[in-house]
């Protein structure tokens, strides 16, 4: 993956603005993301008890990374109606795969960079 490979899912100016283009500290951040997609993506299932915190959970990091569709989506399924809750944590589901693409070019895009010194 390289940065040709980015789609637009996250505005990393988000996130580089917040770190103040510290390319470790951005590192940092993007790794605690995919941890915690990681720990919550098991929940984003309507029979899932806390799927509603999953989504909220997301919604909060995603926001913080500059994901912004990501973060949209979660608050519309968050307050969205239970027999309507499988389909959007589909669309959260696809969504949120979107920026993890995205999340891992650019992280490739970082070790490179890394490497050059």
């Known amino acids: 993956m390289a940065a040709r490979d980015l789609t637009g899912a996250v505005d990393f100016t988000v996130l580089e603005t917040m770190t103040g283009g510290?390319?470790?500290?951005?590192?940092?951040v993007l790794g605690l993301f995919v941890q915690q997609a990681a720990l919550w993506s098991p929940m984003l299932d309507a029979a899932s008890e806390g799927w509603r915190d999953a989504v909220h959970t997301i919604r909060g990091a995603s926001a913080?990374?500059?994901?912004?569709?990501?973060?949209?989506?979660?608050?519309?399924?968050?307050?969205?109606e239970q027999a309507l809750a499988s389909a959007g944590?589909?669309?959260v589901r696809t969504v949120l795969d979107?920026?993890?693409?995205?999340?891992?070019?650019?992280?490739?895009?970082?070790?490179?960079?890394?490497?050059k010194g």
Do not use: K, P, Q
Request: proline share 0%; aromatic share 2%; hydrophobic share 45%.
């Open 22 to 28: 510290m390319d470790d500290v951005t590192e940092e």
């Open 89 to 91: 944590l589909e669309r």
């Open 64 to 80: 913080g990374i500059g994901a912004n569709d990501l973060a949209a989506v979660c608050a519309e399924v968050e307050h969205g």
């Open 98 to 115: 979107a920026a993890m693409s995205d999340i891992a070019a650019y992280r490739h895009e970082l070790a490179l960079r890394s490497l």
